[in-house]
Nanobody, 121 residues
Framework: QVLLVESGGRLVQAGDSLRLSCVAS????????MGWFRQAPGKEREFVLAISWSGGSTREADSVKGRFTISRDNAKNTVYLQMNKLQPEDTAVYYC??????????????WGQGTQVTVSS
């Protein structure tokens, strides 16, 4: 059974930084690219960042370019989302996702339950 568990979400102020973590179990980390998505109230889930199995390739949404970064530690089966210069529009539930292949960012195969990030102005 594959399980993705996110943590680190909380209430912060605009301009703050926050790091989310996602621990994966039940899958081989090097076989999956990983990603972060988010869903704001009343909006559809959107892509944020993704990283290949080796960390050598990443993809990011324009809305977070220069502010958010993604990294992974395969030894710990953990992927991180570092968020800097947070803005109220970053308020959302953040989801961790595992892609079916190690280096291709297609449609995620597995999802976490999400962690809430709220940014106050």
């Amino acid at each position: 059974q594959v399980l993705l568990v996110e943590s680190g979400g909380r209430l912060v102020q605009a301009g703050d930084s926050l790091r989310l973590s996602c621990v994966a179990s039940g899958l081989i980390a090097t076989s999956h690219a990983m990603g972060w998505f988010r869903q704001a109230p009343g909006k559809e889930r959107e892509f944020v960042l993704a990283i290949s199995w080796s960390g050598g390739s990443t993809r990011e949404a324009d809305s977070v370019k220069g502010r958010f970064t993604i990294s992974r530690d395969n030894a710990k089966n953990t992927v991180y989302l570092q968020m800097n210069k947070l803005q109220p529009e970053d308020t959302a539930v953040y989801y961790c996702a595992a892609y079916p292949q190690p280096g291709i960012f297609s449609t995620p195969e597995y999802w976490g339950q999400g962690t809430q990030v709220t940014v106050s102005s």
